[in-house]
């Protein structure tokens, strides 16, 4: 859920290289299907979509990193996506981070255990398009324009609002970022991760920032709130996780509005809000590896996320597909899971990259005072 | 120029003489992979920004946040140095005032090498179970004292880590004072009794200027143990670098804060360099142990 959990995934990373240095075994001799599907941008220029299948089921194994399964419906997409195509999922570290996605890539290139295809931030995702290979899914042009690259190097997967979830049965109800500020709460605010390292931490610091006067230019007052949140002694220095909600440890979680609500189905006390004056939305990132070691395969799971199938499992797991607004209007969007999603109004916050640069830089010199 | 009859017998000594440093090749190459290497590593690292030699991310570690951090590091070490080293040394006495194989002595010795080596993430969520936010210690003296344990945050922060540390500082230490009171002999407190000291003379004049030594380089070796402990606190705190093996995650991992990579080699250098001084100066210690406790 949280995807920071570095102890072990660096631990374990750190193992993988040592042992891959010396003993894995070189990627395939790239036949010639595999060289065209390396360089292909389009199923189109392979062939047409059959063509691109049958490329992916030959290669029969794909390599995805840091995909919770708790996240977004992870779970389920890499579940569906093998059966249907009887390919075998690879999925190491699944509670790293979007650095650790880059990381991984580096070190493990040319081997055949290298990431396939990234999932990541905004900030890791812009710096890093380098190392993507441009591809359009099928789907492509049904995708909002702010949500892509134009030539497909990155794509918008899915996105949602920072949320406050809180555990009814433990605490008052919790409508505003202020609330939080309560005497009730004392040592029970967690935020999922530290928002120098993790983004979903990150927005939630925009969130109390825009909640206080702030804007996605400046996020101050969201580190001041987070002072005096800390001060007050409610704020709890716990990385959340499924486990920690369940078991009482962090009663209230300021997290990604989909993450929130994957908690709902095993605690039914768990409540979710979008505050209402700090709407807050982000986006993740999708892209296909340049030095893919299962090139086909990244392609078609690009081809299996952007389908109306897959983006109805997003929509599953409580997080919003990029294509829900084209889907809504082919009548192909699980209106169900749709109506589930919180409600926004007005004009929610998203940061542009270079405000997220300068938010993040502030971040690193100021979140320091706040941890003390 | 010498006859063929002299020649075996010294080519079989120069093999002689070859052998043993054949056999510490392995030795050698262990070092260099896992000592050299990554030493080098870090230094060139240190010294590099944007793939160009520069001093830039050595001058990043003047950063306020970072040097509180250094201090919060060696604060923490030092204390839980001391105070495993107190306790343990306690201990370890009360077991050598035992007999040699005595059921104390074998249960000590045994239970304190299995908690010496308890650490990490496991040790963590022991203490997380036990006193944390919803840990068993924590509600039970909260619904019988009413001490707010279940709402306090001190666990993950630094009083917690020393806490933690403690809990395996103290096993270590008794594991590595016990072969130096061992080698306190009876027959210097029965000579020294015998010329007439009182028990408080003996320890003043010849207990504890003997283990001195010693003793603070027990010290100096928990204070390094809990200097590069990592895994304890990184599953401890999740928010904030209060130390400095807390800082080179964040710097590796950062999905905000990019390209902090080389800050990670800096951190580590600076790290390098605290725990250098702290060796040399166990290694000097113990030279002079060595010569009364043979």
Sequence with gaps: ?372 | MAAPATRTPRSRSRAARLLPVLGVVPFLAYLAVFLVVPTLTVVVGAFVEDGRPSLAVVRDLADPAVLGSLANSLVLSALTAVIGGVVGALLAYAVVTGPADGALRRLVTSVCGVLAQFGGVTLAFAFIATLGISGVVSVWLDATFGTGLTSSTWLFSLRGLVLVYAYFQIPLMVIVFLPALDGVRVQWREAAENLGASTWQYWRLVGLPLLAPAFLGSLLLLFANAFAAYATAAALVSQGNPIIPLWIRSALTSEVVLGHANFAYALALEMVLVVALVMTGYSLLVRRTARWLG
């Design chain 1, 1 to 372: 859920m949280n995807r920071i959990r570095t102890t072990i995934a660096a631990a374990a990373l750190a193992g993988l290289v040592l042992a891959g240095a010396g003993c894995a075994p070189p990627a395939a001799e790239p036949s010639a299907d595999a060289a065209a599907a390396a360089t292909a941008t389009s199923a189109e220029a392979l062939g047409g979509m059959d063509a691109l299948v049958a490329a992916a089921k030959a290669e029969g194994r794909l390599n995805v990193i840091a995909l919770p399964p708790d996240w977004a419906n992870y779970g389920e997409i890499i579940k569906a996506f093998g059966t249907k195509y009887g390919i075998e999922v690879n999925s190491a570290q699944p509670d790293a981070a979007s650095q650790e996605e880059i990381n991984a890539a580096t070190q493990l290139k040319g081997t055949d255990r290298a990431p396939d295809v990234f999932d990541l931030g905004q900030s890791v995702a812009l710096a890093n398009t380098a190392m993507f290979a441009p591809y359009q899914v099928a789907t492509f042009d049904s995708i909002p324009t702010a949500f892509k690259d134009p030539s497909g190097t990155w794509v918008n997967d899915y996105g949602g609002f920072m949320s406050i979830g809180y555990d009814s049965a433990k605490v008052p109800a919790i409508t505003s970022v202020e609330d939080l500020l309560k005497p009730e709460l004392k040592g029970k605010v967690a935020l999922n991760g530290d928002p120098t390292q993790a983004g979903a931490a990150f927005s939630g610091v925009v969130m109390a920032s825009v909640a206080n006067g702030g804007s996605a230019d400046d996020i101050k007052p969201g580190v001041e709130f987070f002072s005096r949140l800390s001060d007050a002694g409610n704020f709890l220095p716990v990385d959340p996780t499924a486990a920690t909600i369940e078991s009482g440890q962090t009663p209230v979680v300021i997290d990604w509005d989909y993450t929130n609500a994957a908690v709902t189905s095993k605690l039914s006390s768990w409540k979710v809000v979008v505050p209402e004056n700090a709407q807050v939305g982000g986006y993740y990132y999708q892209a296909v590896s340049k030095d893919a070691p299962h090139p086909a395969a990244a392609r078609l799971w690009q081809e299996f996320l952007y389908s109306d199938e897959g983006q109805n499992l997003y929509l599953g797991g409580g997080a919003r597909p990029v294509r829900a607004d084209a889907m809504q209007e082919a009548g192909t969007l699980d209106a169900d899971a749709y109506a589930k999603l919180p409600e926004v109004s007005g004009d929610p916050v998203l940061l542009t990259a270079e405000q997220n640069t300068a938010a993040a830089a502030v971040l690193s010199e100021e979140w320091a005072k706040v941890t003390g």
